[in-house]
C-alpha cells in the first residue's frame, strides 16, 4: 500500500487489528478534503509558530464545520504513563457496521477502555505522538467482540510556549 510507513497485525481468538501507520504524502492524498484534512489545516495555521501561547485557545470546535467538529476529540496528556492519558470529548459511534448508537468514552483512562489490546496500542501511538511533537497518521482496522471497525485517524500534538505536550487532538473518518 502507498505510503505505509509501519504495518502492525495481531490475531487473537475472534480478535484481529491491523493499524497502518501512513506518510503525510498518503494523508494528503486521501484526507485533503475531509474532516482530516480540515483539522490539519486548522492545527497548521493555529501551530504557525510550532506551539500554541495557551493551549485552551486552540478550540477547533469553534472554528471547523459543524460535519467535521463534532468528530474532534482530544487526549488529555499530563500524566507520565500514556496508559493514564484520558480522552476528552471523545463520543464515536461505532458499534457495529450500521450503528447509530453513540457511546461517550469521556474521561476514560486509556487503561481502563475495553478491549484492553486496542487501548495498548492507543497508548503507544499516542506516547510517540507526545514525545515526538508530531502529527501521526494512521488506518486501522479492528474486529473486535463481533464488532468490525474500519477508519482513518489523525492525530495531532498541541505544545504549549512552555515546551509542553498536554494534549493530542485526533479526528476519525470512517472508511
Not at 487473537?12 to 490539519?40: C, I, P, V, W, Y
Not at 493551549?55 to 499530563?78: H, K
Not at 503507544?124 to 473486535?144: A, M, V
Request: with cysteine; charged share 30%.
Amino acid at each position: 500500500m502507498y505510503g505505509v510507513l509501519q504495518r502492525v497485525e495481531q490475531h487473537d481468538n475472534d480478535d484481529h487489528q491491523t493499524r497502518l501507520m501512513l506518510s503525510f504524502d498518503a494523508h494528503f492524498a486521501r484526507e485533503r478534503k475531509s474532516a482530516l484534512g480540515q483539522l490539519f489545516d486548522y492545527w497548521r495555521v493555529a501551530t504557525d509558530k510550532g506551539f500554541i501561547e495557551d493551549e485552551n485557545q486552540f478550540r477547533p470546535r469553534d472554528c471547523l464545520p459543524a460535519e467535521t467538529a463534532q468528530w474532534v476529540s482530544w487526549v488529555d496528556t499530563r500524566t507520565p504513563s500514556p496508559l493514564d492519558f484520558t480522552w476528552r470529548d471523545h463520543i464515536y459511534a461505532w458499534e457495529g457496521e450500521a450503528s447509530r448508537e453513540f457511546r461517550d468514552a469521556s474521561g476514560l483512562r486509556v487503561r481502563d477502555y475495553g478491549p484492553k489490546r486496542h487501548g495498548r496500542f492507543c497508548a503507544t501511538e499516542y506516547y510517540l505522538c507526545k514525545s515526538e511533537e508530531r502529527p501521526l497518521y494512521h488506518e486501522i482496522e479492528q474486529w473486535t467482540g463481533g464488532v468490525h471497525r474500519h477508519y482513518s485517524r489523525l492525530l495531532l500534538p498541541v505544545r504549549t510556549a512552555e515546551g509542553t505536550v498536554n494534549r493530542l487532538v485526533y479526528v476519525c473518518r470512517r472508511l
